[in-house]
């Protein structure tokens, strides 16, 4: 699946001359309007979208009562976009842009499956595909995706991005400013992607107010995972959320931008120092040095 693909985005989008945080994100691509919209832009360059299972209501649909994996954000359940068109559009009109699928249920996911292995096998850019699977910060109530029904399903895309995260109680909505990601809750993730074997891509997405917080928790999180294929970090914000924009810049400074994806709302965006920052070292790499150099000096002594 995935065959032939340019799915390394670093390599995909040359002109970002291997600088993640780079990238430009179009968030919720949920509708037609939204798509058209993403599709045009000369900017976007990765398109986020959320699958449900739901109705499709488009004129195109001929059995209107029927529940598909449709694009939607929960609590919504209908949606004018299907998955099934949501990435043939991708994949016919536009060759420059890549997608990241973000599933909401396992249900969403397999009944995904046949679309995906139709549409993915002759794709020409990055895809990435995410699910929350595991419970996070801050006691987060969210029922998480099964982690390991959703990398086993996961797993025939060897070169698709598996995206995998937390669930979170925090921002606006939850009326949460505090907390953060717990060394207990990353050993767990780490944990589970080893016991599935898992050997494609790995980003995690972290909530940025909340990584923010403990920034030694998520560089932890990256230096164990450094013996991992190609593992990145994908840093979100909900809109309203609280975050500390000069810690924000310091961790992804100290992870290194050509590991850092940022998908954050524009203000906060602009709010980011990272015009320093390194493009060439990662917390991964001084990690491996450092290990490296122990084995020699044990050698020596």
């Known amino acids: 699946m995935c065959a032939n693909v340019t799915t390394d985005p670093s390599n995909y989008f040359s002109n970002i001359n291997g600088n993640l945080t780079k990238i430009v994100w179009a968030h919720a691509v949920n509708s037609k309007a939204e798509l058209s919209k993403a599709l045009a832009s000369d900017s976007v360059m990765m398109l986020e979208a959320d699958v449900v299972l739901g109705k499709w209501n488009s004129s195109e649909n001929q059995n209107v009562n029927e529940t598909i994996p449709v694009m939607a954000h929960p609590p919504a359940t209908e949606s004018d976009l299907s998955l099934e068109k949501f ?63 959703f990398l086993a399903l996961a797993k025939p895309y060897r070169n698709c991005t598996v995206s995998v995260g937390w669930t979170t109680r925090y921002g606006t909505k939850d009326n949460v400013t505090e907390g953060g990601y717990t060394e207990e809750q990353i050993k767990k993730m780490i944990d589970t992607l080893k016991e599935q074997n898992v050997t494609q891509p790995i980003t995690y997405p972290v909530r940025a107010g909340l990584a923010a917080n403990d920034i030694s928790v998520i560089k932890s999180l990256m230096e164990k995972s450094s013996d991992m294929k190609n593992v990145t970090l994908t840093v979100w914000s909900s809109e309203g959320d609280k975050v500390d924009a000069a810690k924000l810049s310091t961790l992804i400074k100290d992870i290194g931008v050509t590991k850092v994806y940022v998908d954050v709302p524009e203000d906060l965006m602009k709010s980011l120092q990272l015009s320093g920052s390194s493009s060439g070292v990662s917390v991964a790499s001084i990690t491996l040095v450092a290990s490296l150099v122990a084995v020699l000096l044990s050698t020596i002594l």
């Open 87 to 149: 990435v043939s559009g991708v994949n016919e009109k536009n060759a420059t842009k890549g997608v990241k699928l973000d599933f909401k249920s396992i249900e969403a996911f397999n009944a995904s499956k046949s679309i995906l292995d139709k549409l993915l096998h002759d794709l020409k850019f990055p895809v990435f595909l995410n699910a929350d699977i595991l419970a996070g910060p801050v006691n987060a109530t969210a029922t998480p995706v099964d982690a390991k029904a």
